[in-house]
């Protein structure tokens, strides 16, 4: 007879993996084409986290209620900025696909890897005040594979650069789960388990999306500071 525990982890991994697969192709659909469908696809998205950003913040009872004002605009910086450097760094005509694709292949094989090894090896708490799932082995996990993420997309590309791309996806890797520990800590504030039920298996898509909104701005920031998109310097 299987362990109720099992049985419980190994439906909540199918319905992430289902919502995934459902979620995935328009979002890569609209990647592709870029304007003015992907805009299109991020204004939706981003109406969508600042509805869960107001539900945080504009009830239930707060530690610091007369800051709620601060943090309902703030929403402003931590959701809208990243949205519009998503949006920005897509506007590239030669690269701007290229980058985005490789930021959500980054994002999504971080998380991937940071599930496995930390399910797999499990070990210390990277958190756990924060995140009491997370452990130091899935952050390793994580970052290993935004690097291999990396390597792979300047090898597809044809233009040189593997090891330069691949250690900057790791470090990536680094900031996308500090985008995730960021969300669990406001959510922790809130006292909410997650931002929203959007999305069987996820939660909210700022759940989803947490670390996608810090790598997206650190690497728009740095495209800004360079001469534009990261992979026009491979």
């Known amino acids: 007879m299987a362990h109720p525990v099992v049985d419980a982890g190994r439906g909540a991994l199918t319905t992430r993996l289902l919502s995934a697969a459902v979620l995935a192709p328009p979002v890569l659909a609209a990647v592709y084409a870029g304007p003015p469908y992907f805009s299109i696809l991020v204004a939706i998205g981003v109406l969508v986290m600042a509805w869960e950003w107001s539900r945080l913040f504009g009830a239930g009872k707060l ?4 800051g709620r004002f601060l943090w309902l605009a703030g929403g402003f910086l931590y959701i809208g900025v990243p949205a519009l450097a998503l949006i920005w760094l ?3 005509e030669d690269f701007g696909r290229g980058t985005v694709f490789w930021l959500l292949a980054l994002v999504w094989a971080t998380d991937c890897g940071a599930y496995v090894f930390g399910r797999w090896i499990g070990g210390l708490r990277l958190a756990p005040a924060l995140s009491p ?5 899935g952050l390793i996990g994580g970052v290993a594979c935004a ?3 990396g ?3 300047a090898m597809v590309l044809g233009q040189g650069g593997v090891l330069t791309l691949g250690a ?3 470090v990536l890797g680094v900031v996308e789960q500090a985008g995730d520990l960021l969300e669990s800590w406001i959510k ?6 997650d931002a929203g039920n959007l999305i069987p298996g996820h939660g909210g898509l700022l759940d989803r999306v947490d670390g996608l909104l810090a790598v997206a701005l650190i690497v728009a920031l740095i495209s800004l500071a360079g001469d534009g998109s990261i992979l026009r310097w491979l």
């Open 147 to 149: 690097g291999a993420t």
């Open 90 to 92: 897509r506007a590239d």
């Open 151 to 153: 390597s792979a997309t």
């Open 168 to 170: 900057l996806s790791a």
């Open 188 to 193: 922790r504030r809130c006292g909410v388990k």
């Open 133 to 137: 799932n997370k452990t130091w082995a």
């Open 63 to 66: 530690f610091w209620p007369a």
